[in-house]
């Protein structure tokens, strides 16, 4: 399900708070809030986007290919999380299963402290699967709960949770 525009303003503005930042996205998708995030970098920071659909990483590769900044990546989200040993980040928008639902606590391991964790889809949506809302109420929970995490829920656009870490 493509991210609205809602997200994408969010994002963009998120993202141009962070100068000389380090970004992540797990779900490229099919570009749209990638596209929204790119329009928030500044010409020092870097945005790092995983998807496993290699139509969709071929999509992004031919309109953003050539942008120094971005890092397309077309592999599993969740073996990528597990592997990875760079630098953190400075905001995380994880729009997929892994980073969200699964992987979460290597996720938020590479957030850096003051940085963002970003989500939507949190309010029910009419294509969610039979359960899935007492999955994202598990997972709210999960995060209202973590010390180490502020988080503002907020009842807007698809539902958007920010969390930012601290110390």
């Known amino acids: 399900m493509p991210s609205d525009i809602y997200i994408g303003t969010l994002l963009k503005s998120l993202i141009a ?14 570009s749209l809030s990638f596209a929204w995030m790119i329009e928030g970098l500044d010409e020092q920071s870097k945005l790092t986007s995983i998807d496993n659909d290699p139509q969709l ?45 699964s992987e979460l606590e290597e996720t938020l391991e590479l957030l850096k402290t003051g940085g963002f964790y970003v989500i939507d889809d ?5 294509n969610w ?5 007492e999955k994202a109420e598990n997972l709210t929970a999960y995060l ?4 180490d995490l502020t988080m503002t829920k907020m009842n807007w656009s698809t539902g958007v949770i920010i969390c930012t870490k601290k110390d």
């Open 129 to 133: 699967p039979e359960g899935h809302s």
């Open 57 to 101: 990483t071929a999509i992004a590769n031919d309109f953003f290919g050539n942008d120094p900044r971005l890092n397309l990546i077309c592999v599993d989200g969740t073996e990528w999380i597990k592997n990875y040993s760079g630098d953190k980040f400075d905001l995380i928008f994880a729009d997929a299963w892994p980073g969200k639902y």
């Open 122 to 126: 949190m309010i029910p949506q009419p």
């Open 144 to 147: 209202e709960s973590r010390k």
């Open 17 to 30: 708070s962070k100068p000389k930042s380090n970004i992540l996205e797990l779900g490229t998708g099919v």
